[in-house]
Structure formats: C-alpha cells, structure tokens
C-alpha cells in the first residue's frame, strides 16, 4: 500500500494525488486560455469566461498547499545512475514548474483586476488587486500569454525526463509516482546500481526492443 506521506524511495499518496489531479486541472485550464486567445477575451464563451479564473485560483492554491506538503516531507533519493547535468535539469523543470504554476494565477488575477472586474472563483467575487488600468492590462495580459507558453515549454522537458525514464533507464521514478502502483524489486535495484552511461542504457534499450527472439537465437 502507498503510504500516506512520501519516503526516501517514493511519493506518498497525498503528493500523488497532488500530481495528477493537478494534471488534469492544468490541461482543461490550458484548453480554455487557449480558446479564449483563439476567439479573442470578451468574445469567449461564457463556461470558459467562468471555468478559466476559477480553475486557475484553484489551481494556485493547490500548488501553494502541495508545495507546503513537499516542504514537510522527505523527498524521494535520485535514482544514482542519472549523472549530477540531469538532475540539474529535472531540478530546474520542477521548481519551474512550481514557480510557473504559482505566478500564472497571479497574473491571471491582476490582469482581471486591471481590465476593471472583480476576478470570480466559482460565483464568488474576489477583491481586485489593482485598480482599472488599460496599461497593467496590457503588460499583464502579454505575462499571462508568454507564462503559458513557458508552461507547455517545461512540460514538454518535464515528460520527456519521464519517458526516458520509463523506457530508457526502466527504474522506478514513474511507478512511484502513478496512482496505486508498487515499485519492482528489479527496477528498485536497477535504481540503486552503480552510475551508468546513458547512451549504453539508450544502445542496449534499441539492441532488446528492436531484435526478435528469433534473430537473437540466430
Ligand atoms: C495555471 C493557471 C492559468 C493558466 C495555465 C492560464 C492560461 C491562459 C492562457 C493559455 C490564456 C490565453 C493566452 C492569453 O490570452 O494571454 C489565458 C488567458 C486569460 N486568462 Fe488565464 N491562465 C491561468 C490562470 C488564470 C487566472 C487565475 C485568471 C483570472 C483570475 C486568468 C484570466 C485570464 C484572462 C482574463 C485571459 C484572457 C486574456 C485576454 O483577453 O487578453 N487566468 N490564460
Ligand atoms: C501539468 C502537468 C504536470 C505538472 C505541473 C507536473 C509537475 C511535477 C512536479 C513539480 C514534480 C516534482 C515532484 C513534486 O514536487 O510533486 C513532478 C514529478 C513527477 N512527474 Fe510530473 N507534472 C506534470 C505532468 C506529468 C506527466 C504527464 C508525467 C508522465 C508522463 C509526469 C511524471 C512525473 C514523475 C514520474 C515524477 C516523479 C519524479 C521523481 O520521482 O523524481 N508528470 N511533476
């Protein structure tokens, strides 16, 4: 069973639920920004002009409360054999990620406060933080729009970092972030191995998935 708070070896189950429910919260938010640029603000339909800034709030405060649960937990050990250029990059892509996902609401909110409105989560009207004001609007709504680009920018490396993990280095950096799923005691120790070389890791993936049985009996 996945334990409730994270350990060395992997994420509890309150960060996993963080994770992918956020996931899911930041493709639909993306899917309706998007929709509201293709037509245009004012002329967006109504359930994005209502689901945007909610979901958006909802997802800034799912991230500061996520990253206060990261902060009160141990995090799980890099696997030894990614060598210290890549951990460098995963660092740099999750703190990006939390830093992207946190400030994009923000400015979401003060872009809404300069148009003149009062942002609305769920039907609630939330206070202004800056008062009527065509110039932040502007400056605020071109933030807004190079944010989300960062966004799918990091999480294209973000995903990429995952696969190569799943197919490549075969540890158990992605089972022990999917829902429910156990480590392997073969991926564990694989984790735990001396550091290797990733372009033998990448030959040898290409030499077992790409060369029949028979072939290799021959
Ligand atoms: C993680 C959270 C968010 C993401 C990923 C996101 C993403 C986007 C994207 C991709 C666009 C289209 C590009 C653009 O027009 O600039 C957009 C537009 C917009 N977003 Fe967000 N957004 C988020 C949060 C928010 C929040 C919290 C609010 C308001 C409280 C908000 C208000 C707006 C508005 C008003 C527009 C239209 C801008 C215009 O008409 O120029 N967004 N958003
Ligand atoms: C909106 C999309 C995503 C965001 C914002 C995101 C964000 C993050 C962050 C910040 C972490 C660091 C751990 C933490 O503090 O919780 C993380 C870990 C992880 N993510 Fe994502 N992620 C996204 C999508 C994905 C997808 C689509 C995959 C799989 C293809 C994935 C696979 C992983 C894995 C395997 C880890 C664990 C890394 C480790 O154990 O060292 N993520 N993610």
């Known amino acids: 069973m996945t334990p409730i708070r994270n350990t060395h070896e992997q994420w509890g189950s309150i960060q996993r639920t963080f994770h992918w429910g956020i996931v899911l ?24 002009r209502f689901w945007h800034p909610s979901l958006g709030i909802t997802i800034g405060a799912l991230m500061l ?30 703190y990006g990620l939390y830093a992207l996902l946190i400030l994009q609401p923000l400015v979401g909110y003060v872009l809404v406060s300069a148009f003149g409105h009062s942002p609305e989560w769920f039907g609630v009207a939330m206070p202004p933080i ?12 071109y933030m807004h729009g190079a944010i989300a680009f960062l966004i799918l920018g990091f999480l294209a490396l973000h995903i990429m970092g995952a696969l ?11 089972p022990r972030m999917l829902p429910g799923l156990a480590m392997t005691p073969e991926r564990q120790a694989r984790q735990e191995g001396d550091t290797v070389d990733l372009r033998n890791a990448v030959r040898t993936w290409v030499r077992r998935d790409n060369v029949t049985p028979s072939k290799r009996a021959g």
């Open 65 to 94: 409360l996520r990253l206060g649960w990261r902060l009160a937990n141990p995090i799980p050990e890099t696997p030894r054999d990614i060598v210290p250029s890549m951990q460098g990059i995963s660092k740099f892509t999750h």
């Open 130 to 141: 800056v008062g009527k004001s065509p110039h932040i609007a502007h400056v605020f709504g």
């Open 164 to 174: 190569q993990h799943e197919l490549v280095l075969r540890d158990n950096v992605l």
């Open 25 to 48: 919260l930041v493709l639909i938010q993306l899917i309706f920004g998007f929709v509201i640029y293709s037509v245009g603000g004012k002329g967006a339909p109504e359930v994005a």
